[in-house]
């Protein structure tokens, strides 16, 4: 009996409950509503929050979206409604607001600034529980990542008047963790000392005590194994893996960082299979074809792959071909990976809109200025990428994202660009020296002048031969032309009397322009206007003298370059070639400048980067004058190392006057991996060659057929306090007036 009666009661619950379900909810029309609970925030706002209008029906439905809508706002702590007689009560309970927001333990202002930015709660905000925790582990996770990996977080909350709470983020850094050692192990077929190059983390070393990257950061080891891999893909290893990737603690705050490798054998490109729509004509895609024939047996690289992608995309900026897409397969035929490429009619898409974020001290103008595609555009993804690498190179931001979204119809793209904002001020102080003399150096610079993407720099350098000052403003895009407007400001005073026998105060200003003219083609137009007042050496020669006096001078200025170098740092590969004139357009002494410079990169493997430059530069006087001492060309000490900077060529008496013509060759061959275990150092064996002839006034100091060269080890460090380089060299062919040197050091630069 006492089973069927509880068998009878379930029944009967069920019965209820699904009677309350196949009924229709209950409505009623709404007349008023009454607020109560509420200290800070105002009934109004409450009811604003709601969403809920006067004279509307409401049902149980609708009740349950006003609690959302309320709880959403993050205010309450708790809220209960009821809905009787057509009155709508809500009764909260308000969450504190945080008055005070403090980390106690930590003192450095950077740390300080990311906490603040990166964590959710804020000053004057609602405290929530739950996103304090998520909190700590933000803050635990930002310490780890500057090194601080043993830190603890506990937070305290002190309940004031009025409903208010001060927030207390309690951090115990304890002790940095050190990067003690990095080893790879496995099947690695690459020496450690060139794989600790291509990953982020660096091993503690004294003289790496300005970088961060020497102390512990879980999150950069995964980049460190991407890295890696993506290394190991681009030298020929296909099938490589990274198996595993670890911190090991070897002694209290000193970590092992361990990366377990997986080379497998070398791959090399085998055949390739280029396979076009039916009404495409091959004579577009020959370039193409030119690339793959020339990859055909060389050793495989996914850069190589991505490299006829990019060239796909190219040529999909024609009108013809305005959008393709390209799909790509790759098969493994024993040590080849034979490469097929099949190009498709791809949906057309535009750009319905672009929206920017992140940008709270930068003009939006700024950001959409330096866009190459614009809404209604068609898409095109090598153009908006193109466009993001702008922004980039404005150097403004921190960071710069995108993302793709969908928009109203399917054949319509919106682009979501997020920028991170970043402290654009420097001041920069600087010195070198070195067998040549000394130099100190002061800057001001402001890359982002009240948020309108207008650079600033002051700069003033003094050396023993004098003072040079400089203050020039840089519009990047100038009135949405994609064109820069360059102005600067300059003055010196340059006493060069010991060695070339002349004196020079100069003063004067400039406006340019640059941009690009076609691809990787950039064009810098600018004139110039000085006044100089050149004095000479009391025992110079009378021609020498004659040049005494003030001129004045307004130039028409251009360069045009061609750039494809692989990196504009320390390239591997690529050239680069430049052409540029000084025009006068009034001068009390009328001259042209020419100069060509053309620079040539290559390595024919990892250990070894070769490289070929060439400068060729004349000055020609159009009036029949002695070109002014002042303008004369000279050998800078890079171009010819193993002799005295400037002091080869001409000579009047016992000062080196510079020559009308100049040329220098320079062969380097650099050995990056010589010594493995000495990081930032790079030794380049070299063979200089290089002349300086040509004075107006006299034939008999022309000495234009000895030319001069040079051989040797440089030795290039970067260090904490700046490029430091060593030169050993030995003259093989020179002048007897000539100045040689046989080892020369620099520190920073100088001028």
């Not at 504190?96 to 603040?116: A, D, H, S, T």
């Not at 040079?468 to 060069?496: C, H, M, Q, T, V």
């Not at 100089?532 to 251009?558: C, H, M, P, R, V």
């Not at 045009?560 to 690529?574: A, E, V």
Request: proline share 2%; hydrophobic share 35%; charged share 25%.
């Amino acid at each position: 009996m006492y089973k069927i009666t509880n068998i009878m009661k379930i029944i009967f619950k069920l019965l209820i409950i699904f009677i309350l379900i196949a009924l229709p909810a209950h409505s009623a029309i709404l007349k008023k509503i009454e607020v109560n609970g509420n200290q800070r925030v105002s009934s109004e706002t409450i009811k604003i929050f709601s969403e809920v209008k006067i004279n509307t029906d409401l049902d149980s439905n609708s009740l349950n979206e006003i609690l959302k809508k309320l709880y959403s706002t993050n205010f309450f702590k708790d809220v209960s409604i009821k809905f009787e007689n057509n009155i709508l009560y809500i009764k909260v309970v308000e969450n504190p607001i945080i008055q005070v927001l403090k980390f106690e333990g930590v003192k450095n202002k950077r740390i300080l600034e990311v906490l603040i930015d990166q964590i959710e709660m804020k000053e004057k905000s609602p405290f929530i529980e739950i996103k304090v925790k998520n909190d700590e582990r933000k803050i635990s996770n930002i310490l780890r990542t500057n090194g601080y990996y043993f830190s603890k977080v506990n937070t305290s909350l002190t309940k004031n008047e009025n409903n208010t709470v001060d927030l207390i983020y309690n951090i115990e850094l304890g002790e940095k963790a050190f990067i003690k050692k990095i080893s790879f192990i496995g099947d690695k077929k690459i020496k450690d000392s060139k794989l600790r190059k291509i990953i982020i983390s660096e091993e503690a070393k004294f003289w790496k005590f300005v970088s961060s990257r020497k102390f512990l950061d879980i999150g950069r080891i995964d980049l460190d194994t991407k890295l890696l891999l993506n290394y190991y893909k681009n030298k020929g290893y296909f099938n490589a893996s990274i198996e595993s990737s670890s911190a090991k603690i070897i002694d209290d705050n000193q970590f092992e960082l361990i990366f377990n490798i997986n080379a497998g054998k070398k791959y090399y490109f085998g055949n390739f299979d280029l396979d076009l729509p039916a009404d495409y004509t091959k004579e577009s895609f020959e370039k193409i074809v030119e690339v793959q024939k020339k990859l055909e047996g060389e050793t495989y690289s996914l850069n190589k792959v991505k490299k006829i992608l990019d060239e796909i995309d190219q040529i999909a900026l024609t009108k013809e071909y305005e959008f393709i897409n390209a799909k790509y397969n790759e098969v493994v035929a024993g040590n080849k990976i034979n490469l097929s490429i099949k190009l498709e009619d791809s949906e057309k898409f535009y750009i319905e809109r672009i929206n920017i974020f992140g940008n709270y001290a930068t003009s939006e103008n700024v950001i959409r200025n330096s866009l190459i595609v614009d809404e209604g555009d068609a898409y095109n993804k090598i153009l908006v990428n193109k466009s993001i690498n702008q922004i980039k190179s404005r150097r403004i931001f921190k960071t710069v994202e995108k993302n793709i979204d969908e928009g109203s119809t399917n054949n319509y793209k919106i682009i979501n660009i997020t920028v991170e904002e970043q402290p654009t001020g420097e001041i920069s102080a600087g010195a070198g020296t070195g067998t040549s003399g000394s130099t100190i150096s002061f800057g001001i610079r402001e890359n982002n002048y009240l948020g309108s993407g207008v650079k600033l720099d002051t700069n003033v350098a003094l050396s023993d031969t004098g003072v040079k000052g400089i203050i020039s403003i840089e519009n990047p895009n100038y009135k949405n032309s994609n064109k820069s407007l360059n102005r600067s400001i300059e003055a010196s005073d340059i006493d060069r009397m010991d060695k070339f026998g002349y004196k020079t105060t100069k003063t004067g200003f400039s406006v340019g322009t640059s941009f690009e003219q076609y691809d990787d083609i950039y064009f810098s137009p600018s004139i110039s206007t000085y006044l100089e007042t050149l004095k000479t050496s009391s025992i110079a020669s009378d021609a020498k003298k004659k040049q005494k006096g003030n001129y004045f001078e307004s130039n028409f200025n251009y360069g045009l370059t061609l750039n494809r170098l692989n990196q504009n740092f320390q390239p591997s590969s690529g050239y680069k070639t430049t052409f540029a004139q000084v025009l006068p357009i009034y001068a009390d002494d009328m001259s042209v400048v020419n100069s060509f410079q053309v620079s040539r990169y290559f390595s024919p493997n990892e250990n070894a980067i070769f490289s070929l430059k060439f400068l060729a530069q004349t000055v020609t006087s159009l009036g029949g004058d002695d070109v002014r001492i002042s303008k004369r060309l000279y050998i800078p000490s890079k171009r010819l190392k193993g002799f005295e900077s400037g002091r080869v060529g001409p000579k009047d008496g016992a000062d080196f006057i510079g020559g009308n013509y100049a040329t220098a060759l320079n062969f380097a061959t650099t050995l990056p991996g010589l010594l493995p275990d000495l990081e930032n150092i790079d030794f380049s064996l070299f063979i200089d060659t290089a002349n300086v002839w040509g004075v107006d006034y006299s034939d008999t100091l022309n000495d234009g057929s000895k030319i001069r060269s040079s051989t040797g080890l440089a030795i290039d460090w970067l260090t904490p306090i700046g490029p430091l380089t060593f030169s050993f060299a030995q003259a093989l062919t020179k002048a007897d007036t000539d100045k040689t040197e046989t080892f020369r050091f620099d520190i920073g630069t100088t001028f």
